[in-house]
């Protein structure tokens, strides 16, 4: 159940770096135009507080620094494709150019470097993103490995650089540690970002409803398939049936999903 309930978590926190946030408690109305229903979004921000959102208006890169409410524990959400500005991440991508010279991530790991020293993030936080905010995110992974437990990567691709993989063998860069990284995605629909290169650590595939499917109550853009909304729906559903799905006398989860 924990595992699974961290997968929703995290896949929130995914979908809540795409609204326009302020420090303090996140705004509502702008969580909801990310993607959040009005109850979800009060029940989001109830949980989190923003600590800080970057955005660089050069390179385009998004995160938001969040910290959960009771327990202190800072988590990093990076943001994917939404503006102009990031259409040159995803192309040097689409292209074979890896993160360590993609100006977005550079832009990234320098303000992670300015967070880590002033303290607005510490040891142990987790980072999540979804398409181009989880390559990122397995980016910081290779350079932050002793300061990040681990990586979620929602529909995100993955490495499709000999580039980076050169660098890596002479000692230039580091490769992501797989151990430290959950590769999540939807299982409906034709995959082309999430399913370009390599998955930087095995592949976990989430049911969703195809939403182009026309027994939908109503049919969606094919790329809704690849949303954050639709994954995360569907992973609320997987937490739901694991919290209730217990077995037992000491409750152990019955774990309804083909999540390994």
Known sequence: MSQINDYFIQAE?????????????????????????????????????????????????????????????????????????????????????????????????????????DGTLNQGFTVAGHSLGGYLSAGLIADFSTSISHAYLYN???????????MVDMGIASAPDASKITTLQADAGISPIAGLGNDFSPLNEVFIED????????????SLNHSQQVLTDSLAVYSLFATLGTTGKRGQSTILSNIG
């Not at 995100?156 to 050169?166: D, F, K, M, R, T």
């Not at 939403?211 to 094919?222: E, F, V």
């Open 211 to 222: 939403q182009l499917d026309p027994n939908l109550i109503s049919t969606a853009p094919a």
């Open 13 to 117: 926190l995914a979908m809540a770096a795409y609204a326009n946030l302020n420090v303090g408690a996140p705004s509502q109305g702008e969580l909801i135009q990310a993607g959040m229903s009005s109850v979800q979004a009060a029940q989001f921000a109830s949980k989190w507080v923003v600590v800080e959102q970057y955005n660089d208006p050069i390179t385009g890169v998004s995160a938001t620094v969040f910290e959960e409410v009771g327990t202190g524990k800072k988590h990093l959400a990076v943001r994917g494709t939404q503006d102009p500005a990031d259409f040159v991440a995803d192309y040097l991508i689409l292209t074979g150019v890896p993160s360590e010279l993609n100006p977005q991530y550079l832009s990234l790991k320098s303000k992670l470097n300015e967070w880590l020293g």
């Open 156 to 166: 995100a691709p993955g490495n499709n650089s000999l580039i980076s993989q050169v």
